[in-house]
């Protein structure tokens, strides 16, 4: 079991440009949560997708929107990057109630 | 509003001291609770879960957690600190799929 994998692991990017991270899911999962963790800080809840539906959103701008695969895949898209968009950001899969597991997250840096 | 709070920001302890990580957290029903533990640049992987019954928990590495619903506590507890334990520390808690996040404690292990 490959558990959860990220990519790409690292990306850098330019203010005002748009980016995608995508994420597979530990196998038997059907639950994918983002969340962004800015150096120095713990993990903030972005958003989570089941049955291809975002389900919940954390306080994040329009920005960042996401999408699930039927194979239960999922992307995180960031429009209009700014430089405060920089961080780790983590993937979790699930099945509904249960505990999450984390990917290796992808870092994006915004210059 | 739901939240997690870990008051101490860094720790440092002495390898074969014990260790305890203080966690709280603020919810209108006793959400799941989490410890997870990230080392530089990785993603978390989970010490330990509560959902209900028995209020101290064992997890892997040799760590336990005391649930205290009087004091809205869950603490993180080591009798005797390795040098690897050396890392980020994140208490977590889980309700209506929402995962919230302490600021993290990170532990420094001295000779």
């Known amino acids: 079991d490959a558990g959860v994998t990220q990519s790409p692991t690292h990306l850098i990017k330019t203010r005002g440009q748009q980016v995608t991270l995508r994420c597979s899911p530990k196998?038997?999962?059907?639950?994918v949560s983002w969340y962004q963790q800015a150096l120095g800080q713990g993990p903030q809840f972005i958003f989570q997708?089941?049955?291809?539906?975002?389900?919940q959103r954390g306080n994040f701008p329009d920005r960042f929107s996401g999408h699930q695969f039927p194979n239960y895949s999922s992307e995180l898209n960031v429009n209009a990057l700014l430089l405060g968009d920089s961080a780790l950001y983590l993937c979790?899969?699930?099945?509904?109630?249960?505990?999450?597991?984390f990917g290796p997250g992808t870092r994006l840096t915004v210059l | 509003a739901q939240s997690v709070t870990q008051p101490d920001i860094h720790i440092t302890v002495s390898e074969g001291a014990s260790l305890e990580l203080r966690c709280n957290y603020s919810?209108?029903?006793?959400?799941?609770l989490f410890w997870y533990v990230q080392s530089p640049g990785q993603g978390l992987q989970l010490l330990l879960k509560?959902?209900?019954?028995?209020?101290l928990v064992q997890g892997i590495k040799g760590f336990e957690a005391e649930f205290k619903r009087s004091q809205s506590s869950f603490n993180l507890r080591k009798p005797s600190v390795h040098w690897s334990d050396a890392a980020e520390y994140f208490c977590?808690?889980?309700?209506?799929?929402?995962?919230?996040f302490g600021a993290g404690t990170r532990l420094t292990v001295k000779p």
């Open positions: 979790a899969s699930s099945n509904t109630g249960d505990e999450q597991f």
């Open positions: 196998s038997g999962h059907d639950t």
């Open positions: 997708y089941y049955e291809e539906e975002e389900r």
């Open positions: 919810y209108g029903a006793t959400p799941y």
């Open positions: 509560y959902f209900s019954g028995d209020t």
């Open positions: 977590a808690g889980y309700n209506n799929n929402d995962m919230r």
